[in-house]
């Protein structure tokens, strides 16, 4: 999406980070939308877990983005290290980010991207979410990014409505987690495939492997909760992050029967929402476009 430099700050001597889009993104529309999102979520949030905006602006029409500089590394590469993790320090880190993303709820902004590569973990453990491009405000409007699906988000941690096509809210935001707690409970995701589409296909059609059979270390209760995060249908997941907050400190009231009833019934596409639908459609407008511009032309022609 751009560059990001380390820089100071002359007016207060702090180091900082600064994000420049990659000048081919500026031309489109839906690209720039992105990254003008990004500087609108940047400069309302502040929690320690929540990278902080601290200027933006534009440079021979080129726009920046001013940030702190965390000094971390990216939690794919601290999963790669440490994964499996212990359940007990497992919790700890999903906590600390699921109140991050319950204050960002609190505040109308669904991040709608939660991946590893999108939080760095700090020596001390802190994680900092990071990239609101794809985050969803009150006063976003839909885009459609070039080289991607209608679909926002990134396969491996999409929830089932995204891979519908459907934007999401914050039980979308809970369903990432999910796939993230479990993760770092299992040392990789429940759910992977060959191609995106694949991949994108498990989480409305595959069953979720019981993580207290994969890793007996985890226990039921903790399973339990993960799997609630993991539901097909947002209705059957935890309301909110706050919700969800509360069953991490009272794991004994888990409701262990969902362990045994999976997570909910196959979902099934509809035509008009599959990719192959959706890329032939779009082929024959385009067709359909040139050949009605072909037949008045000529049309003007015979005039």
């Known amino acids: ?91 700890v880190l999903i906590r600390k980010i699921a109140d991050a993303i319950a204050y960002c709820h609190e505040n109308n902004v669904i991040h709608r991207d939660l991946k590893p590569e999108n939080i760095l973990i700090t020596p001390e453990g802190q994680p900092v979410i990071i990239d609101f491009g794809l985050a969803l405000t009150k006063s976003a409007h839909r885009v459609t990014y070039a080289n991607l699906s209608s679909a926002a988000g990134t396969p491996e941690y999409m929830a089932p409505e995204q891979v519908e096509g459907q934007r999401g809210d914050q039980r979308t935001d809970l369903y990432a987690l999910g796939i993230m707690f479990y993760e770092l409970l299992n040392g990789k995701p429940p759910f992977t495939g060959d191609t995106p589409f694949a991949t994108m296909a498990q989480h409305t059609q595959a069953p979720l492997p019981r993580l207290d059979r994969v890793r007996p270390e985890v226990s039921p209760q903790l399973a339990a909760i993960v799997a609630k995060c993991l539901q097909r249908n947002p209705d059957d997941r935890y309301a909110d992050m706050r919700a969800f907050i509360a069953a991490l400190d009272a794991p004994e009231t888990a409701d262990l029967s969902i362990l045994e009833k999976g997570t909910g019934a196959a979902t099934i596409v509809p035509f008009w929402r599959r990719q192959r639908f959706v890329t032939i459609g779009t082929v024959a407008l385009i067709v359909l476009a040139v050949v009605v511009l072909a037949f008045a032309s000529q049309a003007l022609r015979a005039r």
Do not use: C
């Not at 700050?9 to 900082?16: A, H, K, P, R, Y």
């Not at 720039?32 to 877990?49: G, I, S």
């Open 1 to 91: 999406m751009g560059s990001i430099y380390r820089a100071v700050d002359i007016t207060t001597g702090q180091e900082v980070a600064v994000k420049i889009p990659d000048p081919t993104m500026i031309g489109d529309p839906a690209q720039y939308e992105r990254f003008q999102r990004e500087l609108e979520v940047m400069k309302t949030l502040r929690h320690p877990a929540i990278q902080h905006g601290v200027a933006s602006g534009q440079f021979n029409r080129m726009p920046f983005l001013v940030t702190e500089l965390v000094d971390g590394i990216s939690m794919r590469a601290w999963v790669q290290q440490h994964a499996p993790v212990p359940p007990d320090e497992a919790v």
